[in-house]
């Protein structure tokens, strides 16, 4: 069995204008295609064929950086296409905001960690909410890191390699994030992956 490259549940240009048709083209259909055709190459004929893309990505973590670094790479861009949706409002959905409230003490301190974390990254990374012995947490990883591989479970990813924002933010990061914050997250897929975590 092999892994495919998910359809964004979107047009290219439906992110507009807080993301563009044309990151996306590269995004989605370079990057993350050259990601599973890399995972693909490497699994064939090993012990990760047949596995679960969870499976690779934890099993291989510490082991086999290619195949870690390509699996997890696979994991992060098919949960951050559906993080996003057309048209999406800042307004959270009641049970997550709640807990988000209790574990933050506000959303809008929620977000300026997430934030902070984002830009805090060196590099290329990710800025992640996750699910931790029944708290929501900020975190931040490098690379293709998956806060999977440090016992949480993420329910939000914000990917700041840079060829997920340069096109239109340049070197405006926290910009970028903030945007995504406001005006593309689908905080709806959040709290259902939520409700799973906790």
């Known amino acids: 069995m ?3 490259l998910p359809d964004l549940p979107y047009a290219h240009d439906a992110l507009a204008p807080y993301m563009s048709g044309e990151t996306l083209e590269y995004h989605h259909d370079k990057h993350h295609a050259a990601y599973v055709n890399a995972l693909n190459a490497l699994i064939k004929g090993t012990e990760w064929e047949g596995m679960s893309l969870e499976d690779v990505v934890i099993g291989s973590f510490g082991s086999n950086v290619p ?8 994991l992060n861009h098919t949960y ?16 997550l905001e709640r807990q988000i409230k209790a574990d933050f003490g506000s959303i809008e301190k929620m977000k300026e960690e997430f934030v902070a974390a984002g830009v805090g990254q060196f590099g290329s990374g990710w800025c992640w909410l ?15 890191e998956n806060p999977l591989v440090y016992g949480a479970k993420p329910i939000l990813g914000c990917d700041v390699w840079e060829h997920s924002y340069y096109i239109d933010y340049r070197n405006r990061r926290a910009d970028y994030i903030r945007a995504f914050l406001e005006h593309l997250v689908n ?11 906790a």
Not at 68 to 73: C, G, M, R, V
């Open 130 to 144: 996750a699910v931790q012995n029944g708290k929501t947490i900020v975190m931040r990883t490098p690379n293709g």
């Open 2 to 4: 092999s892994f495919t």
């Open 80 to 95: 951050f296409w559906k993080w996003m949706k057309p048209h999406a409002g800042s307004a959270l959905p009641g049970i």
């Open 67 to 74: 195949v870690f670094n390509n699996a997890s790479q696979d």
């Open 187 to 197: 905080w709806e897929y959040v709290e259902d992956l939520f409700k799973r975590a």
